[in-house]
Every structure is written in C-alpha cells, then in structure tokens.
C-alpha cells in the first residue's frame, strides 16, 4: 500500500489562481464558433458569447484568459478589430489555416468575454511586425482614463469607462514565428517596448510578461535576462523592467513531424507521453536556476502560457485548425502538469492550457449548437480548489516507477496538497497506471479528518466524450474510501484522477 503523507503544518508557498489559466487565440474554431458565434446568432448568445461556453468556463473557475495569441499576435493589428465590424478590415489567417479573419472579436470584445467569465486579462502585444507606436496606443486605447486620443476614440467606439488590463506580454515566441530573433535582440527589443506599456492607473499597475524560452533554449533564457539586467534600469517609478517570464512547451509523443493519433495508440505511447508530460518538471528546474542568478527573489514569474497535448489533428479536419479529440490521457497530462505547477508554485506564476475551445488540448468542443466538456475540463474543475491555496508539504512513500521501455518511466502515483484559507485540505491524486489499480492511505501530521468529500474521473485510456455520447468521461462523486484512525484508506482505479476535500470538524 502507498501511502500519502501530509504535513499540515508546513506550507511551502501561495498557489496563484493564474496557474489554472487559458489561451484563446484566432486559431481554427476556438474563438470563431467556439467562443463567439456573434450577436444575431440562432445559438443562445449575450452580446455575442455562447452563454453554454461561458457558463461552463464560470462553473470550471477559469481565472486568466490569455489573448490573441500565440503566433497571430505578432500579426494582428489591433486597430483591424475595433469601431464598426462592418467597415473592420479583412484579412487572411496565414498562420492557421488560411481563412478569412473578420476581426469582428477584438478588443471590446475580448473585454466582454472576460466581463461574463469574471477573469483576469492578459493581452498579448505585437512586436514581430508591429510598431512601439502601436503598442504604446493599444495600452492607452484600453487603460487610460483622460483625454487622449486613444481614449476619445475608444469612448467613440462605445466604452466610457476604461478596462483593466492585467498582463501585457511583449510579443510571442519571438526566436521563431514572432521574428526568429535572436535573445540578445529581442531582450533590447522588449527593454525599448516594454517602456511604452505605460501605468496610467497606478493603484493597479499592468504585469509585464517578457518572451522566454521555447522548451530546452536555455540559450535563450540566459540570453534575455543577461541583456534585460544590464545597466541602466529604470527608476523606482516605472516599476520593474519584467514582471514574469513565459515557457512554452507541448507534449507530442511522438516526434513534432508526426505527432501521433489523439485517440488511436497504445500503452506503450501512454507512458510515453506522460513521461513527456513530466518532463515539464526538468525545464522549470532548469530555466528556474538561470532565473535565479539574476532574481533571486523570486520576483519576476515563470509564466508557462503555453502547454499542453499536440497531437495530430482529426481525419478530415483543417490541418491549419488543430482540431484534437481529449481522452483519460489528456486528462491524466493535465493532472501530472497542473501538480508540477502547484509544487513549484515558489517560481511558477502563471500557467495557460493550449487551448480553451476547439483547438490543442480543449477543455470544451463545439460543433454547431451542441457542446462538450472534456476530460481535460474535469481536471481543472476537479482542480479548482487549489486556487489562492497554500501549498503543502507532502510525499508518497512505497510510490513505483512503471512503463514499458526504461526510458519512458513513470511514477505509479502523482499527488499535490494545498490547504484554502477556510482550513479545507485538498488533495489531487492521479494513477498513472493503464491496468493496476493503487491501494492508497492518506496519513496527516496531526489533523483528524472527519469531513471528507471527493471525486473521481476514470475510464479506459483512450475513452473520450463525443457528440453523440456527451458524458462517456466525466466527474463523479467518489464515495469508496473508509476514514479509521486518523487517515484515509481507498484504492485509486487504473488510470484515474481523484480528488479529496479534508476538513476535520
């Protein structure tokens, strides 16, 4: 039997809400159908936002919403997507798909869309083809609140008020479709625009999100610090030249020219790919002590904005949209990377799921009027409760490595222990295994639990939700454990996610 070992008593960190965040990004039918159908639309909308989409995003707590990209925010100019939509300007999708892009959701609204979730914003600026000039009127357009002619023109387009904008990101994987910079460029590039996100509303100062590292480029990370902290740094009134630096990195098993089938593999590639999903682990530690050279402090954020599954898209499917399906393995990916995110929380500020609808490793699929949720979307419901949590310290003693090649590896269990400020524990568990199933005892410093609910997500390992059988995966009630002696007893099910809700009374 494994056993869980919780030391209640020792907190190890603050789990910020922004590490449960999402990508949207004008991309195939993420935001085109799958977020926005438009205000004259026969499915049920409020000013253009599919209400069931956006119910189910409230309902899973979605705190951050990053936007307009990824690889399209160093194409998009910001100026296309507002005023009238019918004198908006058309333009072609180049990077996903070739399709038209209306740019009828832009900027007033994304802030809409993020009004009806409730969520935090994080804009993504262009530097790869755009201009200083455009940015800096890009921040003024959505945060100032005098007279200028930013804000005189936003007003025009029916926005008295000023938004509140909470993430700024310099630009988008600038070493390759963002410009195919090098760092020592683009780290003197991001010191000149960064200058120009101006802090117009200083009781709520915008977080600079500077371009980092694509996977293993510890080139690059070193690069841009080193050239992001040479003298001279701006005066104490500016704020901090970077507030947080992004990682990107996906899991495709099997190699990034043929990545492998979403629903159609084996046990073989299961562990592979979740020893993939693992290896997330290494880069935060890696990227982390280069970090740590120049902010040892720990006050600039890792900010892994894109992560994720990558698999190859459906049959008969754009190959410009990727367009995936979401089985128990997406949901175990999710699990093990969201665990590794709460464990280093010390660095980790800010993680975004790839992507919210439609696209990558989705926690909802559209397809006309009828939506789904995936198992992904059940992790992160599952999840939720570690937000604004205190890490804790805990172990799984008696834990094995499982697989079936050496070099793909695998612990059998995976786990992360927060506690909330109403002194609810939560524990989320994950068995890695394809066919064993875990004895498992929780065991506490001292608490006595008595109060105990949970849930559990299970299935067979390529099982998924589709259309015609919207729930075959989906969150239950977990009811088959037994509380003696101060501990918890049960047994995880081959290839689960549970999760525990602790208090004692």
Not at 132 to 160: C, K, L
């Amino acid at each position: 039997m494994a056993k869980l070992m919780i030391n209640e008593k020792r907190k190890k960190g603050h789990i910020n809400p922004e590490i449960y965040g999402h990508f949207a990004e004008h991309l195939g039918r993420c935001i085109y159908e799958g977020l926005y159908v438009g205000e004259h639309s026969d499915i049920p909308n409020v000013n253009g936002m599919r209400k069931d989409v956006v119910d189910a995003l409230k309902e899973m707590k979605i705190p951050v919403l990053r936007w307009p990209g990824g690889c399209f925010a160093d194409e998009y100019h910001w100026k296309d997507g507002i005023g009238p939509k019918e004198t908006r300007k058309r333009m072609i999708n180049t990077h996903w798909g070739g399709v038209i892009e209306d740019n009828s959701f832009g900027t007033h609204e994304f802030f809409e869309l993020c009004r009806q979730l409730g969520c935090k914003t994080y804009v993504n600026g262009n530097v790869g083809s755009g201009t200083v000039q455009e940015m800096s009127e890009w921040v003024e357009y959505i945060t100032f609140n005098g007279v200028s002619p930013m804000a005189d023109e936003r007003r025009q387009n029916g926005h008295d008020a000023p938004w509140q904008l909470d993430y700024f990101g310099v630009g988008n994987e600038n070493w390759g479709c963002g410009g195919n910079m090098t760092p020592e460029y683009y780290g003197n590039l991001y010191r000149r625009y960064q200058t120009y996100v101006r802090q117009y509303d200083p009781s709520h100062p915008i977080r600079k999100i500077c371009c980092g590292a694509n996977v293993a480029d510890y080139f690059w990370t070193k690069g841009v610090l080193k050239t992001c902290f040479q003298a001279p740094q701006p005066g104490p009134e500016n704020g901090p030249l970077l507030d947080g630096l992004s990682l990107h990195y996906y899991v495709h098993p099997e190699g990034w020219q043929q990545k492998g089938s979403a629903t159609d593999f084996d046990d073989s590639v299961w562990y592979k790919t979740l020893a993939k999903a693992k290896y997330i682990e290494e880069l935060i530690l890696r990227h982390s002590a280069i970090m740590d050279e120049y902010d040892p402090e720990k006050k600039i954020g890792m900010i892994v904005d894109e992560w994720g599954c990558w698999f190859n898209v459906e049959p008969g499917t754009n190959p410009g949209f990727l367009y995936q399906q979401n089985t128990m393995r997406d949901a175990l990916v999710a699990g093990i990377s969201l665990n590794i995110f709460n464990k280093h929380c010390d660095r980790v500020k800010m993680a975004c799921i790839a992507q919210m609808v439609n696209v990558l490793q989705s926690v909802i699929l559209t397809e006309g009027p009828k939506m789904l949720l995936t198992p992904t979307y059940h992790v992160f419901h599952m999840y939720r409760h570690h937000q604004d949590a205190e890490l804790l310290d805990s172990y799984i003693d008696g834990n094995k490595i499982i697989g079936t090649q050496e070099e793909y590896q695998v612990p059998f269990l995976d786990e992360s222990v927060s506690v909330s400020r109403d002194g609810t524990i939560n524990v989320t568990l994950n068995n890695l295994s394809v066919t064993e199933d875990a004895p498992v005892e929780i065991s506490f410093a001292r608490l006595n639990p008595t109060d105990v609910t949970a849930a559990i997500l299970t299935g067979d390992m390529q099982a998924h939700n589709t259309f015609d059988s919207p729930e075959n995966v989906k969150e239950v009630p977990f009811t088959a454990y037994e509380v003696r002696d101060g501990s918890i007893f049960f047994t995880a099910p081959a290839c689960s996610v549970i999760s525990f809700c602790i208090k004692e009374a």
